[in-house]
């Protein structure tokens, strides 16, 4: 008996059933409709890299012979070997960095105890608050006399300016992302802490052989969100590199499309879906846990 | 094991450890959030005082700001000042209270003296901050034209510390750091009451930062009002701040009457009230319509990019909720390909902002050809020009004769916001999935049980539950649209002109302009800040109502 009512709380508890089977049609129906909405951009980019310019203009939909050679021509003709490559570097510089640099704060924060643990932990949330516009001159103004004193230093290669410092290092650190680890980390239950004590491990030891293999599902969201905002930076790369030896791909791309090639629209659409090709495969990798993270982290606030 | 090299470790120790151990954990991260996050926040204030082209010139106080909000800003620094001076009074007045009233506790009041030299500390810290910026800033200008070997920088560097200004500003502030400590010590040693100090301290620091703040809005006002006078005209600046504040000052009166006559029992008394507050609604709205006439020397491209700003947030994020809440409310249903589902309406949100904006500048193309001109046509609308639209789209609808206030977005900006919202309803979507499973289910059952209906329990059952996931979203999608760049730099069209340039845009054209001024682009970043942080503020008043945490 009451396992009966037991069983039929936890179906009712998964969602508020509708009786009616017309409903779950017309569900269907919209979920498909709001789907089309959702992916048509996409496969029309698609279609359209495989189309003649002449096509694309002429508003069609499919192209009459899919056209192949436009992302070999679009790779060529944007230059986009050097693009790409060079967000590869600036990208994988900065996951690093910010694993290396979030994940020990964000540990420190959730379970050591020290002088000033919580105001240290209030000020860096109020910085989450501040908007990217507020600091972007400051911060411009702070790199550009860094990249001379670090040059005056280091000699050539010690230039942050048109290199990669300027591009990597102000986004290292990010204090939403310590927010995040640190509510996971803080969630682990205390006993595996007093069990690695008892077998003699530090905080470090700790950390490295608990923690992160305990929390790969908000680390890779961390990672993510650092991959996501690095390959699509377009306002800061704007203003620190005048080389294209160092320019990230949306620079690139958006070069392409505005003043390079402005009628070559097939060439402009195998150039954007190459772009978002190594987003796309990183995506269907690790949607998973990634959608789930950024889910609790709305949940959380 | 680990036992063999047991020994007993002092419990000292144990916290010192742990102390230095979480230290070197954060110091990157700190470091790194301080020169990047925190800093700047100071800086871009200061850089907003000077006239700053590509290195630090001269000092002109507010003058940045006069430029951009016109003699509102006279008005705003006002009450800033102000709010920071009253707010140190306050603090003053009740710790005082307290010392006063409670026998026994006369000699707390020492506790002042410490208090000030503390509080003076910080003040002269950032003094110092602003006599050492301009000459640390201004190494490159000092190189310039000389043949630099290594290390010459860093040289100039060590040389800044000792220009005598620096010196002096430096000398002053350690000294009194010194003090203060000493001091703290001393007092604390000698009575038990730290934590009276430290109250003493806030009060006086806010006081001081009060004080400077109305030093420099005085200067400003009064430099403002000489140079009217030279030019033969009068500035009525203090009117101006008197009228403007007690309009503010009677509406906020009104607010407060109103929610007393709500709460008064008998009809006499609330009409009372009520006519009171009504009235009170009148007088601020007559006051208050001075405020357009301060607004007028503003900077018009300013008030033009808020103005669109704050379109774009309108049309984007109510439509955004609401497409995300109806498919999330959809999915929660168990349904067969609900994680397919789920992803596909995520991909617009993670996929880079560029290679999707070209997609869609080239869905609405100005062709008469194009996808959307097709399909605009099949419903019998003429070929629209899109992104190269600068008209407003009432104007577009209604024809030429329409209003000022009706002409509404650019059909260029609607684009934009079309764009956004399907960038960000499958984020929505995904955090309103989540914040669905978060209701239990037991509430749904017992409202069924109830009788109540599918619309009756998500009207009555599921938004209330909801909504701090809807306030989270609310917040987070305002203050994107005020900071949205991206997709608006790379949607510009010249054809549109600056009809979809919101406030960021603007700022940003400030610095890559070809004659760039960042210490402009600093004060609107200032302003664009301060309206963000009013929102967010506002917000949370109405949240605090509205909001139910389960």
């Not at chain 2, 603090?91 to 006369?106: A, F, K, S």
């Not at chain 2, 929505?428 to 914040?435: D, I, P, S």
Request: proline fraction near 5%; aromatic fraction near 14%; glycine fraction near 8%.
């Amino acid at each position: 008996m009451a396992d009966l009512a037991l069983e039929r709380a936890q179906t009712v508890a998964r969602a508020p059933r509708r009786p009616v089977r017309w409903n779950t049609i017309l569900t269907y129906a919209l979920l498909i409709f709001g789907a089309v909405l959702a992916l048509g951009p996409f496969i029309w980019m698609v279609s359209s890299s495989l189309m003649s310019s002449a096509e694309i203009a002429a508003g069609r939909l499919f192209p009459a012979v899919p056209i192949f050679q436009n992302y070999p021509d679009a790779w060529n003709a944007a230059n986009l070997g050097l693009f790409m490559w060079n967000s590869v570097r600036v990208t994988a510089l900065t996951v690093a960095g910010e694993l290396l640099v979030c994940v020990p704060a964000a540990y420190a924060f959730a379970r050591m105890r020290f002088f000033g643990r919580d105001v240290l932990f209030g000020i860096m949330l109020a910085t989450i608050m501040v908007p990217a516009i507020a600091t972007l001159i400051p911060n411009f103004l702070t790199v550009v006399w860094l990249s001379r004193l670090s040059e005056s230093i280091f000699g050539e290669a010690g230039k942050w300016m048109d290199n990669w410092p300027a591009l990597t290092i102000p986004f290292i650190a990010t204090p939403f992302s310590i927010f995040l680890l640190r509510q996971f980390f803080a969630q682990l239950p205390a006993e595996l802490w007093d069990a690695a004590r008892i077998d003699g491990a530090g905080h470090v030891r700790f950390l490295r052989s608990v923690v992160i293999p305990l929390s790969r599902a908000p680390i890779m969201t961390v990672a993510m969100f650092s991959f996501i905002s690095s390959w699509n930076a377009l306002m800061w790369p704007l203003l620190v590199v005048q080389t294209d030896a160092w320019r990230p791909i949306a620079f690139g791309l958006q070069k392409f499309v505005n003043s390079d090639a402005p009628n070559e629209l097939h060439l402009q659409m195998a150039g954007a879906v190459l772009m978002i090709l190594p987003m796309v495969i990183l995506y269907f990798f690790t949607q998973k846990q990634f959608t789930e993270g950024i889910a609790q982290s709305g949940l959380k606030g | 094991m680990a036992s063999t090299s047991y020994r007993p470790i002092s419990r000292r120790r144990r916290v010192l450890v742990e102390n230095l151990t979480a230290y070197a954990f954060l110091l990157p991260a700190g470091v790194l959030i301080f020169l990047f996050g925190l800093f700047p926040v100071a800086f871009a204030f200061f850089v907003s005082l000077y006239r700053w082209r590509r290195f630090p010139d001269e000092y002109v106080g507010l003058t940045n700001y006069e430029r951009a909000l016109g003699d509102f800003s006279h008005v705003l620094f006002f009450w800033l000042s102000l709010a920071a001076l009253l707010y140190g009074g306050w603090l003053l007045w009740r710790l005082l209270r307290q010392i006063v009233t409670t026998p026994g506790q006369r000699r707390a009041l020492l506790y002042l003296i410490p208090g000030v030299v503390l509080a003076a500390a910080p003040l002269l810290m950032v003094r110092w901050g602003g006599v050492l910026l301009p000459v640390i800033m201004n190494i490159p200008r000092r190189l310039r034209g000389q043949q630099e070997t290594q290390g010459m920088f860093v040289n100039e560097l060590f040389a800044s510390f000792r220009f005598p200004e620096v010196l002096d500003a430096g000398n002053v502030m350690l000294g009194i750091m010194l003090l203060g400590v000493l001091l703290a010590l001393l007092f604390t040693r000698w009575l038990k009451h730290a934590a009276l100090m430290w109250r003493a301290t806030a009060a006086l620091l806010a006081l001081g930062t009060g004080a400077l703040l109305m030093q420099l809005t005085l200067d400003t006002i009064n430099a403002a009002i000489a140079s009217a006078r030279e030019a033969g005209e009068t500035l009525p600046i203090w009117t101006q701040i008197i009228l403007i504040s007690a309009g503010f000052g009677l509406l906020g009166a009104a607010y407060w009457l109103w929610g007393r006559a709500l709460r008064q029992p008998g009809d006499r008394r609330f009409i009372g009230l009520a006519f009171v507050a009504v009235t009170a609604v009148l007088g601020a709205y007559l006051l208050i319509a001075e405020l357009p006439r301060v607004l007028a020397s503003a900077d018009r491209d300013m008030l033009t990019g808020f103005n669109i700003t704050i379109m774009y947030a309108l049309f984007t994020v109510p439509f955004q909720l609401a497409i995300g809440l109806g498919l999330a409310y959809l999915l929660f249903q168990n349904l067969k390909g609900k994680t397919l589902f789920r992803m596909i309406f995520f991909l617009p949100y993670i996929m880079p902002f560029i290679a999707t904006s070209i997609v869609f500048s080239l869905l609405f193309s100005h062709r008469q050809e194009s996808i959307i001109n097709n399909l605009v046509g099949a419903v019998g609308i003429a070929p629209q020009k899109w992104l190269l639209e600068p008209l407003g789209v009432g104007r577009l609808i209604l024809g030429e004769s329409v209003p000022p206030f009706l002409t509404g977005p650019s059909l260029a900006l609607i684009v934009v916001i079309i764009y956004t919202v399907w960038t960000y309803a499958g984020y929505a979507t995904v955090v309103f999935l989540a914040g669905l499973g978060n209701i239990p289910g037991e509430l749904y059952e017992a409202a069924r049980i109830d009788g109540a209906g599918g619309w009756q329990i998500f009207r009555r059952l599921t938004l209330p539950l909801l909504s701090p996931t809807t306030f989270f979203l609310v917040l987070v999608a305002v203050i994107g649209t005020f900071q949205a760049f991206t997709q608006l730099w790379i949607m510009r069209t010249p054809a549109a002109g600056r009809s979809i340039d919101t406030v960021s845009i603007y700022i940003f054209r400030q610095i890559t302009d070809a004659d760039p001024s960042y210490s402009y682009g600093a004060a609107l970043a200032f302003v664009l800040f301060g309206v963000i942080l009013l929102l967010t503020f506002v917000q949370n008043r109405i949240a605090g109502r509205r909001v139910f945490y389960g």
